[in-house]
Structure formats: structure tokens, C-alpha cells
């Protein structure tokens, strides 16, 4: 029998919305702004009707720590921001990084700096999703091209988030998030929902920290019986504050050990006609529907040119863009800002092949035409 699928008109911040209570969110704390307002009007809305919480916070600082505190009570929890607040939350992202708090924040990217260009496109916060925190951290970071992968990975940030205990980000430029699409969702039962390990030895035997062959420890609930320290020092395996240099050493490699270890599952990207491909366009988001658009022309025209689109944006899909680097002529990398995930392409480069970039700053969609046009760069 044919799976039932749902199709609805929907927005992209309507699918993310959807996405994530069928992943089992069941906490919201957000602060209105633009482009990202529609996610937390979305979940004051859905959230009640499945037993949910929603709370409008007094800013985006109060709405990372919130759903920080409902995450260690055991609950799937997730907030909405776009640049300004984004940048407000980075201090307890990092918190959620060292004390391995599981939880979603959607980034819906505008102009910046500042208040910058708020209701127009821009992909200005790639590096600020990496780096935006202080410390040497891991972080994951997604990005969905489409209304139907709004709601799919949305689904996946909160599976990785479980399965690895990290903050996960959801990244797309306004374009993404304000495009209306029509939507097949798929039925619940044919949907993978990913919950937290939670421990299974006796309180008395708990250690919140402890090493295994994974890099993630079991996580309780506040109010289960388990005793459990939470800080942003420093810890030992108890969850206490350290400075021993061999306990500090084993807490930072183990926080990348984990996401390390699991690069095969947590990478992912699509490959569009690039088995013949003699130039590769490397892009994301909006710009990846343009540059999808470009190659078809292209191929019209007798050009063999191909797409890489990552949906992993951190960590880095080294070796798929490296691999792309040894069997083409060239890579152009059109994205909505000054060049920010080309330098990470041009960083892996060993002279395997030429790198153009295609930036647009002005607040304005990049075309299949300007993609076209930079084309003529190469052949």
C-alpha cells in the first residue's frame, strides 16, 4: 500500500514549525523579529494543542537560556532568531556547547551588521554559526533550499541534536523562509524521531559526564532522581569545575571526538549532474535553486556544469569538496555575502582548481543569470 501523505500550501517558517513538533518539540521561547517572527507566532499556536509551552521572552538572550533549562528537565526544546538576536544568543550557545544541552536554533538570515537589512535576504551569519561563540567547540549547523526540507530538516536538527547532545543550528536566507511552496508531508510512521539516551544504571551509579566508546553520555532529566551538575566551566566527569590540565583535556577532545565520529551520518549534500562536470557551483539555500537553474541553462548551451549543494554547512563537507576540487576545471561559489563559505573552500584547495566567487550584498537574490554571466569566466 502506498504511503498517505498530507499535502499542504505551506511557508517555510510554517514548515519549520511543523517540522519541529512532529520531531517532538514541546518548548518554545522566542522574541519576535524579522524574517524569523512567523516561527514563534507558528508554535504559540501549535504548541498548546499538543501539550506544549510557548513563552515570549523579553529578549533573545532570556529565549537561549530558556530553552537551555527546559532541554536539562527533558524536554525537546527550540527557539527563532534572525541576526541581531542570533548574535544576542551567542554566549549561552556556548553554554549549550560545553554542558551538551540539546536544542534547536532557527536562524533566518538578513543584512547586517546591526539592525542592517531586515527584511531582505542575505547568507551574512554562515561564519557567525560556526564561530559566533568563543572557545574551541564542534557545532552543527543545517541548511534547507526548500518549503518541503524546512519541515525534513528541522526534523533532522532536533535528531542530531538528541543523538549528540549539541546545540544545532538552522540556517536559510529569508528567501527560504518567506517562499511558499506546496508540501507532501509524509506520514508519522515513516518518520525517524531520535530521542536522548537516558541513563539505565541506578541513581547512585550516574556519572553526567562519563566517557564511552560513543563520546555521548547518557542524559537524565532534572527531577528524575539523578544527581547532575550543570556549568559553564569546565568539568570533570561529575560535572564539577576543573583546571587539571588532564580533565580539561578529556572534556574538549571528547566534545569533538563525538561529532567526529560521526561525520558519515551528520554530513549531508546533494549532487546535481555533477558525475560529467567540468565546472562545479558550490551554493546553498535560495542561491542553490539559481544556481540549479544556471546549470540547466548551461547544459542547453553544451556546458558540462554541475551543482554541489551542501545541507551540512558545519561541520565542513571536507572531503566531498575536495573531491569536487580534483575532477573539475573550475568552482564558482555565488553566495549573499562578502565570501564566507568560499573561504573555506579556497582553504582545502591545493591548487586543484579555480576558484571564482559571486558575492551580492545589496540586499537582492542572486539570478541564474548572474551565475550564467560569471560562467563566461571560465569558458
Not at 205 to 222: H, K, L, T
Not at 240 to 264: A, C, M, N, Q, Y
Request: net charge negative; aromatic share 8%.
Amino acid at each position: 500500500m502506498a504511503e498517505k501523505r498530507e499535502v499542504r500550501l505551506l511557508q517555510g517558517n510554517e514548515a519549520i514549525v511543523e517540522g519541529a513538533i512532529t520531531a517532538g518539540c514541546r518548548f518554545f521561547a522566542g522574541y519576535p523579529i524579522t524574517p524569523a517572527t512567523e516561527i514563534a507566532e507558528g508554535m504559540s499556536v501549535r504548541l498548546p494543542k499538543v501539550d506544549g509551552t510557548f513563552v515570549q521572552m523579553e529578549d533573545e538572550i532570556g529565549s537561549m537560556g530558556a530553552i537551555i533549562g527546559a532541554s536539562l528537565t527533558g524536554v525537546k526544546s527550540m527557539t527563532a532568531t534572525s541576526g541581531p538576536g542570533f548574535s544576542l544568543m551567542q554566549e549561552n550557545i556556548g553554554f549549550a556547547c560545553i554542558a551538551e544541552v540539546p536544542c534547536v536554533v532557527a536562524n533566518i538570515m538578513r543584512g547586517g551588521p546591526s539592525t542592517g537589512l531586515p527584511t531582505n535576504p542575505s547568507q551574512s551569519d554562515i561564519m557567525q554559526s560556526r564561530w559566533g561563540t568563543h572557545g574551541d567547540h564542534p557545532i552543527i549547523v543545517l541548511s534547507p533550499h526548500s518549503v518541503e526540507e524546512c519541515f525534513s530538516v528541522t526534523i533532522r536538527a532536533f535528531n542530531l541534536s538528541e543523538r549528540y547532545r549539541v546545540p544545532v543550528v538552522l540556517t536559510m536566507d529569508e528567501v527560504v523562509a518567506h517562499m511558499r511552496e506546496k508540501v507532501e508531508l509524509p506520514s508519522l510512521d515513516s518518520i525517524e524521531i531520535i530521542d536522548r539516551v537516558r541513563p539505565t544504571v541506578p541513581p547512585d551509579w550516574y556519572i553526567p559526564y562519563e566517557d564511552n566508546s560513543i563520546g555521548v553520555p547518557p542524559m537524565s532529566a532534572f527531577g528524575d532522581g539523578y544527581r547532575y551538575h550543570v556549568t559553564g566551566l569546565v568539568h570533570d566527569v561529575r560535572g564539577f569545575p576543573t583546571s587539571r590540565p588532564d580533565e580539561v583535556d578529556l572534556l574538549i577532545r571528547r566534545l569533538h571526538r563525538k561529532i567526529d565520529k560521526g561525520l558519515t551520518y551528520i554530513q549531508e549534500g546533494e549532487y546535481f549532474m555533477m558525475d560529467d562536470a567540468e565546472v562545479a557551483i558550490i551554493a546553498y539555500s535560495s542561491v542553490s535553486r539559481s544556481a540549479k537553474q544556471a546549470a540547466l541553462f548551461a547544459r542547453e548551451k553544451g556546458l558540462k556544469v554541475g551543482v554541489f549543494r551542501p545541507i551540512t554547512i558545519w561541520p565542513f563537507m571536507r572531503r566531498a569538496v575536495e573531491d569536487i576540487l580534483k575532477n573539475v576545471r573550475a568552482v564558482i561559489i555565488p553566495e549573499m555575502n562578502m565570501g564566507q563559505y568560499s573561504r573555506e573552500v579556497k582553504r582545502v584547495d591545493q591548487g586543484y582548481a579555480r576558484i571564482i566567487t559571486l558575492n551580492r550584498v545589496d540586499g537582492r537574490v542572486i539570478t541564474p543569470d548572474d551565475i550564467m554571466r560569471k560562467l563566461k569566466e571560465v569558458y
